[in-house]
């Protein structure tokens, strides 16, 4: 094994074993055995030159900034020309010689090093422009952030997610809507926050795919000799393999057989002339280097019939929608199952059991509906949850229709209510995971919201659960016990009003000077003239205030909790007066929620649906035909993406 591979499995193995030890008290190795890799880790660092950057003999804070700079490229970053002809690579090349490797589908990325240390990272932007990102870098985890390379080092790469860390994401979201809808836009939102502790979280990775410059190297007039320098210097280098023209189209077939196997997403191909003089000679177009070609795969098609459409209720309520059809043979594989998303798609799709459709692999790995040849519309949605028998009911999410449970007493609802409970934007309980809480409602450990609170006199029985020792015990009941200082709107949030979230909670909160005897004595008409809520709200806030059990219930945690008044800064309130709707994912803030947090700090409102009254409408898929941007278009509201948001209201 080479001095690189070693280190990348010493920095897994060695962080996978601090993080058990710290995070959940467990031991998986002794600490004799971690102290003998941790220094075999520093010999290897020391002998190489090279330190990755999720080694633990770092110690790299994170960074925060209100938006990210722009700054020209030293040279424009071109797109290249397409084929999906696997012969016409063969008489591109001709009698050259060139490497075939893979595409990676993620972002783009310029990289440049002085004096051994990374300087900066710059996204590709629109090729001309792109955005400094140095920070977010640094947490990328296989990128050597210390080289054995003095002089200055400029690289092009691909940062990428891949697909188990992209599920594991998204199964961390909630609402349907704003999940990502593959690892490319997870990894562009990821690269381009505006705090690197977010990026830190999403394992973000960078494949080198160019060598710019090297100050003082020569190469040979090699590309692939410029491949083992990079390799040498600790760089995870793209995949790939040197052909001619009379073996190229085999080696496509080569890497076509390895797609189902490979974790990081790619679109294709990319074959280079090795002869870097000789590419440099041919130039380039208006729009593509000469030097290089993209291979795009056509998506295989498979005719088959609809059979079933299978109901998967989900622990957040959601009922997600699974098309079976008759198995076919897709990239040499037999599929029979694909994920219809939601009740938006199934429309579209107008589906309907015993239709003909044409099904295909996303990038080759994902199976999809394509196409309805039938277009009967004939599916019935179910209007019952397939886990209690309780009411289902169809739900706008964001722009997507999802089917729901709505019954009250689902297991998968009761779960949902106490993971909403101790969501940042409620009760703040740092480290009380979803699995943790279904082990305790397991465990009859907390019955209502207030015996979360009662969880330090239970320490006992906490100890006998699956994953808990003497640390991790108290580093849940330290975390509970400081979640104890909250504010009215959040407890509000947490105990699930219906249609209260927490910029709601916020006004009525606020309207009531915070005081618990008031909110519980609220009339329904004051409610009601209250700005942004309205009458339908009201009478939910009312209804749950005098319901007898769940007044019971909010008593009971106000009882356990230490309420902090809201002091607002005046001078900070740049956005008073302006409401915003955003919609769609986002690239600088880890979610909505966070931006919709970032923007009523400085005064402003979030809205749900765009009026006459709104600023503006926050989208980064401006030409999108959602109904948001209908609606905006309609009353003549500005669409903005996110860049222009923090550029003209953050900056």
């Known amino acids: 094994m080479d001095d690189k591979k070693r280190m990348e ?35 290897l660092e020391e002998k190489t030159g090279t330190v990755l950057a999720g080694s633990p003999t770092l110690k790299v804070g994170y960074e925060a900034v209100d938006y990210l700079p722009k700054e020209r490229h030293a040279s424009p970053m071109l797109s290249l020309a397409k084929t999906k002809s696997r012969e016409e690579l ?34 590709r932007g629109n090729g001309e422009v792109g955005e400094v990102v140095t920070a977010n870098a640094k947490t990328f985890i296989n990128l050597p952030l210390h080289i054995a390379f003095d002089g200055e080092l400029v690289i092009r ?11 594991r994401i998204n199964a961390g979201i909630p609402e349907e809507g704003a999940k990502y809808k593959n690892p490319r836009n997870l990894c562009s939102g990821s690269v381009r926050q505006l705090d690197s502790a977010v990026t830190a979280k999403r394992s973000v990775r960078v494949i080198a795919f160019q ?36 073996n190229v189209v085999e080696a496509v077939g080569g890497f076509e057989k390895r797609i189902e196997k490979n974790d990081i997403p790619s679109d294709g191909l990319v074959l280079s002339y090795d002869d870097l003089a000789y590419a440099a000679s041919l130039g380039r177009t208006a729009k593509f280097p000469r030097g290089a070609i993209a291979f795009k795969w056509a998506d295989e098609m498979a005719e088959t019939t609809l ?38 798609i199934i429309k579209q799709l107008k589906l309907g059991i ?50 729901r449970c709505v019954a009250p007493g689902c297991p998968a609802k009761q779960l949902k209510a106490y993971v909403h409970f101790v969501e940042r934007d409620a009760m703040n309980i740092e480290g009380l995971s979803e699995a943790t809480i279904e082990k305790l409602i397991a465990a009859g450990l907390i019955h209502e919201f207030a015996d979360v609170y009662t969880l330090a006199e239970k320490r006992d029985a906490l100890l006998t659960l699956e994953g808990f020792k003497d640390r991790s015990a108290d580093k849940l009941i330290a975390a509970i016990d400081k979640s104890r200082n909250t504010t009215m709107a959040q407890v509000l949030n947490a105990v699930g009003i219906p249609g209260i979230g927490l910029a709601n909670a916020k006004l ?8 618990a005897a008031a909110l519980k004595n609220a009339d329904k008409n004051e409610l009601s003239a209250i700005d942004k809520v309205g009458p339908v709200l009201a009478e939910a806030f009312y209804a749950y205030m005098h319901d007898e059990e769940k007044l019971r219930i909010f008593d009971d945690l106000l009882s356990k909790l230490n309420i902090e008044k809201t002091v607002v800064d005046e001078s900070a309130q740049t956005l008073a007066g302006k409401t915003f709707v955003i919609t769609g994912s986002l690239e600088h803030f880890a979610n909505r929620n966070e931006l919709k947090a970032k923007i009523e700090a400085l005064g402003g409102k979030v809205a749900g649906s765009v009026s006459k009254k709104t600023e503006c409408l926050i989208n980064n898929d401006i030409a999108s035909t959602s109904g948001k941007n209908k609606e905006a278009k309609a009353l003549g509201i500005e669409i903005i993406s996110e860049d222009e948001f923090i550029s003209r209201y953050l900056s």
């Open 9 to 43: 499995e010493l920095v897994a193995v060695l962080n996978e074993a601090a993080e058990a030890y710290y995070a959940k008290d467990i031991e998986i190795m002794p600490n004799v055995e971690y102290d003998a890799l941790y220094d075999e880790l520093v010999a």
């Open 307 to 344: 059979r079933d459409v299978e109901w998967n209720t989900s622990r957040t309520g959601l009922i997600n929608p699974v098309a079976v059809f008759d198995t076919v043979d897709l990239e040499g594989t037999e599929v029979s199952r694909a994920s219809v998303h939601n009740i938006s």
């Open 211 to 246: 060598l710019v410059s090297a100050e003082g190297r020569d190469f040979g007039n090699s590309m692939e000799k410029q491949f083992e320098f990079l390799k040498e210097l600790g760089f995870t280098v793209v995949e790939y393999e040197r052909v001619n023209a009379s």
């Open 90 to 123: 063969s008489s591109w090349l001709g009698d050259q010689e060139g490497l075939l490797s893979w595409k990676e589908d993620g972002l783009t990325v310029v990289l440049t090093y002085q004096g051994g240390e990374l300087k900066k990272c710059v996204t």
């Open 354 to 403: 015993g239709d003909k459709i044409l099904v295909y692999k996303a990038n080759m790995i994902i199976p999809q509906i394509s196409r309805n040849l039938t277009g009967s519309g004939s599916l019935k949605i179910p209007d019952t949850c397939p886990v209690c028998g309780g009411e289902a009911r169809i739900e706008k999410d964001n722009d997507s229709e999802v089917l």
């Open 508 to 515: 009525i909160a606020a309207h009531f000077d915070e005081d």
């Open 157 to 167: 790469g691909e940062a990428v997610i891949g697909y188990k860390d992209f599920e």
